[in-house]
DNA sequence: CCCGACTGTGAACGCTGTGTGAACTGGGCC
DNA sequence: GGCCCAGTTCACACAGCGTTCACAGTCGGG
């Protein structure tokens, strides 16, 4: 089994003991780049001691990520308030100090209901694009894309619900991971070298929606 | 809001309690049988008093359901080893007695993540015209309608209540978002291009309802 | 350390949608 | 029938939106 992914490094040693206790390995990290490369069941982000920086790494977790892993939020009592609004980006959490057997039951259970058990897809495709998730590898009508890491992203998010409209909002927290209003001109440029990339010949499948968004293609079961 | 479904009946006053003062709608129900015609955005299942029927009263919610609501269960302490093997009847679990700021958390969770507010298509019809809310999209008798933002929007709330009557001011305001009592010359326009848009066989689906405002199509249960 | 690639941002520009004033038409009342 | 008011329609100015470019900063590889 995957390590269980802990939050931060060094994690708390409340929380390693009732894993090791349990027998379930576990890997810590500092940081979501840290974990980028990482293969993991489930995440606990212990933002008990660092609520802010607690929720942002709950919310890089998310980012991006067609079946991201289940997200545990360890948190203080006092922060329930500051759970509101930030309710997708985790699946639970547990009050701490908490008793050992709650925090194992609620790893259990995460564990239990781990969507990569469901197999997550390993290629997006629509029409003749192509966008290989193991590989990062890209093609359309055969031909390969030379995409950048931003590129791919966004044209993975994009693609994997054809003929949905993306506010420029949603598409900077969830390809971009972070909520910075002032920056939607960042996704026009994307957009751009996306389009410039597919050809003229298929450009036209990232669509404007004016005062909305973009939109990839159009909806499967239109 | 649909009120949050309640087991067993009568519900434990702490709970009720905790749902009172957040000011959530609430059901409660003896039997699994008793739950079958109602909607609920979600399950609360006592079973920190009769465990056995508690985990048979969730087991039963999940039955059958292709979409269903997501289920908070309460337990003791010391039943959470009973919890293995039953990950797929509950979607959280509360630990009682729990503090009401907890369980209020858990439950505003529990509704935030509504699968039902997440899967189900988006979709304003009447009779053949169809608003796609996720696509952005617009359709009458099959043919695409090139709406504007604007056009769309007004549409939309219209065709959402049928055969309701919209004051120039109440569409300003909801529609257009600002108060702005000189410029109802604004809303007679869209109509206007709307009426264009919907062409000669539809354009009486907006009637004008004289020194009160306008409305689309008539009343489905009228 | 240097260089190249990537990324985000500010600015300029062209296009589209929107709101508003004015003219016209229709409905209701006397 | 005439008058007045409400609604319809038209035309246009311009605000806002999206596209595009260029450049500065950062990061990673050699």
Redesign the interface.
């Known amino acids: 089994m995957d390590p269980i992914l802990l939050w931060p490094d060094p994690p708390p040693p409340d929380l390693v003991r009732v894993l090791d206790l349990a027998g379930l390995p576990w890997t810590a990290v500092a940081s979501e780049a840290d974990a980028r490369d990482l293969t993991y069941p489930a995440a606990v982000v212990a933002a008990d001691d660092q609520p802010e920086a607690g929720f942002a790494m709950a919310r890089a977790l998310r980012r991006g990520d067609l079946m991201p892993a289940p997200v545990l939020l360890l948190v203080r009592?006092t922060a329930?308030?500051d759970?509101?609004g930030r309710?997708?980006h985790f699946?639970?959490?547990c009050?701490t100090p908490a008793?050992p057997?709650?925090l194992?039951?609620?790893i259990?259970?995460l564990l239990?209901?781990d969507p990569s058990l469901e197999h997550a897809p390993e290629v997006v495709q629509y029409d003749t694009l192509v966008l290989n998730l193991e590989t990062y590898q890209a093609s359309i009508d055969g031909q390969p894309l030379d995409l950048t890491y931003m590129e791919y992203e966004l044209l993975k998010f994009l693609a994997a619900s054809p003929?949905?409209?993306f506010t420029r909002e949603i598409l900077l927290s969830r390809v971009w991971g972070y909520e910075y209003y002032g920056g939607a001109r960042t996704v026009d440029v994307h957009v751009r070298r996306l389009r410039a990339k597919l050809g003229e010949v298929h450009a036209g499948l990232i669509q404007t929606?004016?005062?909305?968004g973009y939109?990839f293609g159009?909806?499967r079961?239109g």
């Open positions: 009592g329930l308030a759970l509101d309710h997708e699946d639970d959490f009050v008793h057997a709650e194992e039951a609620r259990r259970h239990a209901s003929g949905r409209v929606v004016r005062s909305v939109r159009e909806a079961w």
